[in-house]
């Protein structure tokens, strides 16, 4: 029902910047839940950041805290990851998701990944 499709990532080097985009299509978008995941390698898939159907409201991960934003646009039916002062650590495959509830939102819809790459 729902189409989200990452782009924006790339290779960046530590202390760079770079800005993820996801675009929906297929459902309404406005009334949900955007969200932002990340999986290295050999890791598990972590929970980056996520705004509210109407922009007001936003939560992120620890240890993105004041490096990253997320934002949306929902004329536009995209949402975004500002990723300031990157850090090796944040390389990784990133998703956007999303479905209803706040804040814990229930992720129904998946895009493909993107990858971030952050060299030293």
């Known amino acids: 029902q729902v189409q989200l499709v990452e782009s924006g990532g790339g290779l960046v080097q530590a202390g760079g910047s770079l800005r993820l985009s996801c675009a929906a299509s297929?459902?309404?978008?406005?009334?949900?839940?955007m969200g932002w995941f990340r999986q290295a390698p050999g890791k598990e898939r972590e929970f980056v950041a996520a705004?509210?159907?109407?922009?007001?409201?936003?939560e992120y991960t620890d240890s993105v805290k004041g490096r990253f934003t997320i934002s949306r646009d929902n004329a536009k039916n995209t949402a975004y990851l500002q990723m300031n002062s990157l850090k090796p650590e944040d390389t990784a495959v990133y998703y956007c998701?999303?479905?209803?509830?706040?804040?814990?939102?229930?992720?129904?819809?998946w895009g493909q990944g993107t990858q971030v790459t952050v060299s030293m």
């Open positions: 998701a999303t479905g209803p509830g706040w804040p814990r939102a229930s992720y129904n819809y």
């Open positions: 297929g459902r309404t978008f406005s009334f949900l839940t």
């Open positions: 705004i509210n159907w109407s922009g007001i409201s936003s």
